[in-house]
């Protein structure tokens, strides 16, 4: 019979422990307590897991953590459920202090004695994928991705063959392989439509698939339109989700049905992420920044209980997006001010991964570069561009693409056509390798505007042709509107005053829903020069137009300039981000 002592001490550990809030000072003290007591070997080992468990979640205390966790090894069977949590909470412990080789060491010994527990062999290969994908040991972490999808499919456990195979294409993805990838994902959906068992568990893989396959189709393969019902399927899969009352994702009938990818939060705002891409890249910078504005007030929720490194990453890339959308609608003062935020966020972030950091603060650059640009701050926005391209990791090509094309522009606006010549060569060595339809639709027209320099009118008009049919095809709107700007410029001069009536008009409608105000006025502009050259009665509205956009945009302009973050930021390209507190 088991000492009442125990008995009651437990009680009130647990009773502490579930309490509303709970006290987990109090629980502990209980559990101590009870560790005064002579108790079975086995007992003990649990009691020592409890206070491990408690120590890990709910303090800091990292040395008590460990203290406890290693008497739990030592005493538990061999091996058990005691042994193997333990041992996973331990190395989870080690990979927070950025000691990976101990807790890979204690995850092998885990993965070795797990064989014969399909849970735990199955928990313990995620935990280790997880780790060697945080130091980008992306051939390791396949490695055992592969033992999970080999074990799963002997115990003929589909879903967690399923969560695996993901896994793998989620891998691929990361380092830019979207053919492989998207062969990966083939066969996913109809083995999730097959499995049967919890709702939540099974919609919460299909939320993953459906992530997975947007991103490899339209940021991979920059097929914008094709993957718009995929979002759709993904959006309606979010609100079922969220129909269903959360603890049905407790109720557990098949321990290999529990791992889950993200918590609900964190999938609601993680598929507001997808919906702000998508609609930057079709153009639809409202939609883009409404969806923002509503998952960063999501965030703002979470984080008073959750401090995630994902939640943090997930912030600065709204930011991102936010800054993006602000400098095409020509808030410039608004897009500095958030460059600055953005800079706060970087500091405090902390990643363990250097590379992150450093990831991060280049991007940084890139979108200073883009202020710059804006500005026509052109010596600026070549030396932020130059500071992005220094160290970014050779393997981000679409980052390094997206840069260089910028530099082109600028190259371009200041007539240094020698230097536009060897990124332009860069560029399509890029092409080569990509099939992506954004890439492909970007660089036709940048090759188009270097045949135009050369006056290669005839190689020009098809390489705007080209970009104009893909930019169409996938709702590259944003693209699309100013390849048909160009062509307009391009038939002025030519003195076909008709067609380049036509292509200004057809980018006047496009950019007037993105908004773009700046390339409204430099079509606006090129309008009233057709206009006045063909004494056209809209010549005055239009003049009106061109006057109301410019004061608009100087105003921006003056009070983007004025700000003490416009000159603190603008000219740093070495160091620490000078952010203003």
Not at 290 to 297: F, G, H, L, R, S
Not at 347 to 366: D, E, K
Not at 461 to 480: C, G, P, Q, T, Y
Not at 512 to 524: C, F, G, K, S
């Amino acid at each position: 019979m088991a000492d009442p002592v125990y008995l009651a001490l437990l009680g009130s550990a647990e009773y502490f422990r579930t309490s509303t809030p709970p006290n987990y000072r109090l629980a502990i003290q209980c559990l101590q307590a009870i560790l005064t007591i002579r108790l079975p070997p086995l007992i003990e080992a649990k009691i020592h897991l409890f206070l491990g468990r408690l120590y890990t979640q709910h303090t800091t205390n990292v040395d008590m953590a460990s203290m406890h966790l290693d008497k739990a090894c030592q005493l538990a069977q061999m091996p058990d459920d005691i042994k193997l949590e333990s041992l996973c909470l331990l190395a989870k412990i080690y990979s927070n202090q950025n000691q990976f080789a101990s807790a890979i060491t204690l995850l092998q010994q885990a993965y070795d004695l797990s064989s014969q527990q399909p849970y735990w062999h199955c928990r313990i290969i995620f935990q280790i994928i997880g780790i060697y994908h945080s130091q980008e040991d992306y051939n390791t972490a396949l490695y055992y991705i592969d033992r999970g999808i080999e074990f799963s499919a002997r115990i003929n456990a589909l879903f967690c063959q399923i969560l695996f195979q993901l896994t793998k294409a989620m891998l691929r993805l990361l380092v830019k392989d979207y053919m492989d990838a998207q062969n990966l994902l083939k066969p996913c959906l109809d083995r999730i439509n097959s499995l049967q068992g919890n709702f939540s568990h099974i919609e919460t893989l299909r939320i993953f698939y459906l992530v997975l396959h947007i991103s490899c189709s339209c940021f991979g393969l920059g097929q914008i339109k094709s993957s718009k019902n995929a979002l759709i399927q993904l959006q309606q899969s979010i609100q079922n989700l969220a129909s269903r009352p959360e603890e049905e994702a407790y109720i557990i009938t098949n321990p290999l049905e529990q791992f889950t990818w993200l918590s609900r939060d964190h999938l609601n705002v993680l598929v507001y992420l997808l919906t702000v891409f998508h609609s930057m890249l079709s153009g639809r910078l409202e939609k883009a920044l409404k969806y923002a504005d509503k998952a960063q007030a999501q965030i703002e929720q979470i984080k008073n209980m959750d401090h995630s490194p994902f939640l943090m990453a997930v912030e600065m890339l709204f930011y991102e997006c936010r800054i993006q959308s602000h400098l095409i609608y020509g808030n410039k003062s608004v897009a500095i001010k958030e460059i600055n935020t953005l800079c706060r966020l970087h500091t405090a972030s902390n990643p363990m991964n250097n590379n992150v950091a450093i990831q991060r603060s280049l991007t940084l650059h890139a979108l200073l570069g883009f202020y710059a640009t804006s500005l026509n701050f052109n010596e600026a926005a070549e030396a932020q561009f130059a500071t992005a391209l220094r160290t970014r990791f050779s393997g981000d090509k679409e980052f390094r693409f997206f840069i260089l094309a910028n530099l082109i522009i600028i190259y371009l606006r200041t007539s240094k056509i020698a230097n536009l010549v060897p990124i332009l060569q860069q560029i399509n060595i890029e092409l080569n390798t990509t099939q992506s339809a954004i890439l492909h639709s970007i660089g036709n027209l940048l090759n188009g505007l270097q045949n135009l320099t050369q006056t290669r009118i005839h190689e020009a008009k098809e390489l705007f042709r080209r970009s104009a049919n893909l930019a169409s095809n996938e709702d590259l709107n944003k693209i699309l509107a100013n390849t048909f700007i160009v062509l307009g410029h391009m038939f002025f001069r030519m003195h076909s005053y008709q067609e380049s009536a036509n292509m200004l008009q057809s980018a006047i409608t496009i950019n007037q829903t993105i908004p773009d105000y700046t390339a409204q006025l430099n079509t606006m502009s090129l309008l009233r020069d057709l206009y006045h050259v063909c004494n056209d009665p809209r010549l005055a509205e239009t003049n009106d137009r061109v006057i109301q956009l410019n004061d608009n945009l100087q105003k921006d302009y003056q009070s983007a300039v004025a700000l003490a973050e416009h000159r603190h930021l603008l000219t740093w390209t070495d160091g620490a981000c000078p952010m203003i507190n």
